[in-house]
């Protein structure tokens, strides 16, 4: 799976989630490059960790687990001559505590009979090690319990220390003239006192510092000087078995480095699993199969990025009556959230990763394909229309009958006949590859194409024509519409542009209702009851079925404008049972569909009342021929319209 194709299925975000539940940085980065497993043993495996998981977490609450951030950096520096900190030790019998508890957590999982469970097995619970550390090292530092020498040099540093200060103080106490503060200083360690300078000679001794100002020296008396002498040689004993004892004890972490290791690798892959656990339970989900029969079922599916209590649940499937999916609908519908939801949530469950949903079941894809959102872009000099058939292009090279592809207002980006054109040849086209795949369109033309080809079938977003509000429910087996004149309307576009917008696109002004007996709409705010009366909606309902079809409102005579050549054209012919119009474009004469048509001046602007439109659209002998049969019955006599192709009218 490409990072662009994670991105825009915000599977990125669900890894992003996914990192948040586990606890090693190594675990996370692990994560982060989690995608789709293609071996359907592998994706059983991972799917049945993380149910396990969810199941011990559910029985016995919360695992002790551990960061191994601090250890990651740690071992590498064993075996190299040197021995560990205190600190470090400390972080050793951490890991180490937290792996017996793990130990004893795994074992009260057995009760379960997951597999998972049996993962204690493998930890091993290094007491011994764990309590000679916890012995020698408390705070960050080694305690004095770590050996009987060591307590004993220390008991004999503080006593000296002690003698130290009793003589010192001997001379603050006689001699408080001479100094300029009343206590024992310790400078470059070295116990002094602090010394006015005019008196420095009064204090035999040697001068260890100065203050800043040069007003106080700091001396070391001579009567201290043997004592000092003595506490200098303790210090350095005790250096010396401070070095044994941390040499001796980081020989005990490198005898047992290789369980250490085993340890390692248990608390990584049970953080993962656990990690997948939480995940599920945050998000509600369930295990969904996934197999390699191609066909994808979704019943009550949520976006998982979407609130659970507002989100509108999704039923979705194809793959057995038909393997293509065309959707129709509103925009702001959620066509497009439909569409990433089918998309994520196979790409989650392919990933071993429980969904949100009541039920359902996904297959094993090769690749999921996707060309959702414009793409546009300045730096690349890509524009809507480029982006998508970028995309599509290479979609269609690599998709096959394993892919998911997912296509989001194909054809969109370009004149309205080509891009219908363009989207039915692309459909065709993944037909015959025979994966599985949906698309969301607002052509009309591509929902009568869906409804006829074999193996598509329609599906719209449901739209509440009462309160003009979209339902964002999928329903398969119908087409949508658009409903924009009717969503502008209800978000307040002026009537006059509703109109004119309605002039544009169906040739005649929309029939609506005045404002004043208009149907209330309730908006967010709005906590009243102001459903619409029995009657106005029956009037409304009324009017909306009383438009008249914009292909009947072209008549004989009239110039139009033919899309997309922007040519200038005169109906010869009025629309036939397909809204297909006869227009005459210089000397040929075709019939086109009534929405690649504008009209440009009506008939009754050019001619005059009861004009005779043989004159422009008969050959001189069909006009003679006319005449004739208009007199008397010619036995053989025929008239007929030669278009360019050959075809007769």
Not at 179 to 204: A, C, D, M, W
Not at 312 to 336: E, M, Q, S
Not at 493 to 515: F, N
Not at 630 to 642: A, D, W
């Amino acid at each position: 799976m490409t990072n662009k194709v994670n991105i825009t299925m915000e599977f990125d975000k669900i890894l992003e989630m996914l990192q948040g539940h586990a606890l090693s940085d190594k675990v996370k980065e692990r994560i982060a490059k989690l995608e789709p497993f293609l071996s359907e043993t592998d994706v059983s495996r991972h799917m049945n960790d993380t149910t396990e998981g969810k199941l011990i977490i559910e029985h016995s609450g919360t695992p002790p687990l551990s960061n191994l951030n601090d250890l990651e950096k740690i071992l590498p520096l064993l075996g190299k001559g040197t021995f560990l900190i205190p600190e470090q030790l400390a972080s050793v019998a951490q890991f180490l505590t937290a792996c017996r508890r793990l130990k004893a957590y795994m074992k009260k999982a057995e009760s379960t009979f997951t597999s998972v469970a049996l993962y204690g097995n493998s930890i091993h619970a290094l007491s011994e090690v764990e309590d000679e550390i916890n012995q020698a090292v408390r705070g960050s530092q080694l305690d004095d319990r770590a050996s009987s020498q060591l307590a004993d040099i220390r008991r004999k540093i503080i006593y000296s220390g002690n003698q130290i200060k009793s003589k010192l103080d001997s001379l603050l106490r006689n001699n408080k003239i001479w100094f300029s503060e009343g206590f024992i200083s310790v400078r470059n360690g070295h116990y002094t006192l602090p010394v006015k300078r005019e008196y420095k000679n009064q204090v035999s001794g040697t001068v260890i510092d100065a203050s800043q100002s040069g007003s106080t020296v700091f001396i070391e008396p001579h009567a201290a000087r043997k004592l000092q002498e003595d506490l200098a040689l303790l210090h350095i004993e005790e250096e010396n078995e401070t070095r044994r004892i941390l040499y001796a004890l980081t020989a005990l972490v490198e005898d047992h480095l290789s369980f250490i290791h085993i340890n390692m690798e248990a608390m990584e892959t049970l953080d993962f699993i656990f990690a997948k656990a939480k995940l599920s339970m945050a998000m509600k989900a369930v295990p969904l199969p996934v197999a390699a029969e191609r066909r994808i079922e979704i019943k009550g599916a949520r976006h998982p990025l979407l609130k659970a209590e507002t989100a509108v649940p999704l039923d979705f499937h194809n793959g057995l009556d038909f393997k293509g999916v065309v959707i129709t609908g509103p925009n702001t519908g959620g066509k497009t959230v439909a569409l990433k939801t089918i998309g994520l949530l196979s790409i989650m469950a392919q990933s071993g990763l429980h969904v949100p949903a009541e039920d359902g079941f996904f297959t094993m894809n090769n690749y999921v394909l996707c060309d959702i959102g414009d793409g546009q872009s300045i730096t690349e000099n890509l524009s809507t229309f480029s982006s998508h058939m970028t995309n599509i292009i290479e979609i269609l090279r690599l998709a096959d009958d394993q892919s998911l592809v997912l296509l989001d207002e194909l054809g969109s980006g370009t004149d309205p006949a080509e891009g219908m054109g363009l989207a039915a040849a692309i459909l065709e086209e993944l037909s015959e590859k025979n994966c599985l795949f949906v698309a969301t369109t607002h052509y009309p033309e591509i929902k009568e194409y869906a409804k006829k080809a074999a193996g598509l079938t329609n599906a719209r977003m449901a739209f509440d024509h009462e309160s003009l509000l979209p339902l964002y429910r999928l329903e398969i087996g119908e087409a949508g519409e658009s409903c924009a004149l009717a969503i502008a309307r209800r978000l307040g576009l002026p009537k006059r542009i509703i109109e004119r917008a309605s002039i544009a696109a169906y040739g005649h002004k929309a029939v609506t209702l005045d404002q004043s007996s208009l149907v209330s709409i309730p908006s967010s705010a709005d906590t009243t009851n102001t459903k619409p009366s029995t009657r106005r909606i029956k009037e409304m309902e009324a009017v909306e079925t009383a438009v008249i079809p914009r292909c009947i409102k072209f008549n004989i005579g009239d110039s139009v404008m033919v899309y997309p050549q922007k040519q200038i054209g005169v109906v010869f012919q009025k629309a036939d049972d397909k809204g297909e119009i006869g227009v005459q474009l210089k000397k040929t004469k075709q019939m086109i569909n009534h929405k690649r048509l504008k009209l440009h001046v009506p008939a009754d602007e050019l001619y005059p009342e009861n004009y005779d439109f043989s004159i422009i659209f008969d050959s001189v002998a069909n006009r003679k021929a006319r005449h004739k049969m208009e007199r008397m019955h010619t036995p053989g006599l025929m008239i007929e319209n030669i278009s360019k192709e050959g075809e007769k009218w």
